[in-house]
């Protein structure tokens, strides 16, 4: 079946630091591939996406590229803020609908 | 423009018990659907709503049900609550029926003693 995967946390950076957290899926098909964030307290927040292969989703800073021959969409960015401290989800979607399969989650913390 | 508003935020039951969430969706969005979040299970996708029709649904047991209403607001159904559906329950809304692009609502923490 379609599953995600995603590297375990926690993350701790110093403040500009270099972030990259890797995600890798299964599929049938072609999905298509987002990066959701969660701060302490709320629900997710849609991050950036990728419908297509070799696509690049991005936003806030934040940077991630559809690998089809990897199966992968790791997230990154070039130098991370306290603010950016979250749980980060890797997620598919591959048969339409809203039926999303999420990965665990890592967790990141920004130390100043 | 509103986002997707869950209602109640907040809430404990006791065991035995029936809960009903509620979920307004982004104005115009006629996809809902409902997710629960849990620790040790991570997040799981319970069902999802189109238009008054349920199309997809997660493996959850019949206790969880939901309904989508004409003006696309849904609620979801939890009867005879156990301890282990304590968890966050995630509603989330699309403009389409492709699903690529998800709004979720902040969520209703449900706990269960």
């Known amino acids: 079946g379609n599953s995600v995967t995603q590297m375990e946390g926690p993350v701790t950076l110093s403040e500009e630091a270099f972030l990259t957290i890797n995600c890798t899926y299964t599929?049938?098909?072609?999905?298509?591939l987002f990066w959701y964030v969660q701060y302490p307290g709320e629900g997710l927040q849609l991050l950036l996406k990728a419908t297509k292969a070799d696509d690049k989703g991005s936003n806030k800073g934040f940077e991630a590229t559809y690998r089809k021959e990897t199966t992968s969409f790791h997230l990154e960015k070039g130098s991370v803020q306290v603010s950016d401290s979250a749980v980060y989800f890797c997620a598919q979607n591959s048969g339409g609908y809203q039926k999303v399969t999420f990965g665990t989650g890592t967790k990141l913390q920004v130390i100043p | 423009k509103a986002g997707v508003t869950q209602t109640p935020r907040y809430l404990i039951k006791t065991r035995g018990q029936q809960v009903t969430l509620s979920c307004s969706p982004i104005?115009?969005?006629?996809?809902v659907s409902w997710y629960q979040q849990t620790p040790g299970q991570g997040l799981q996708f319970l069902f999802e709503y189109f238009s008054e029709t349920q199309r997809n649904k997660g493996n959850f047991p019949g206790r969880f049900s939901g309904r989508q209403f004409s003006n696309s607001r849904s609620e979801m159904n939890v009867s005879t609550l156990e301890l282990g559906d304590s968890a966050l329950y995630l509603c989330?809304?699309?403009?389409?029926?492709?699903?690529?692009?998800?709004?979720f609502g902040e969520g209703s923490w449900l706990t269960v003693v």
């Open positions: 989330a809304s699309s403009a389409d029926s492709s699903g690529n692009t998800i709004y």
């Open positions: 599929a049938t098909g072609y999905p298509s």
């Open positions: 104005s115009g969005h006629r996809s």
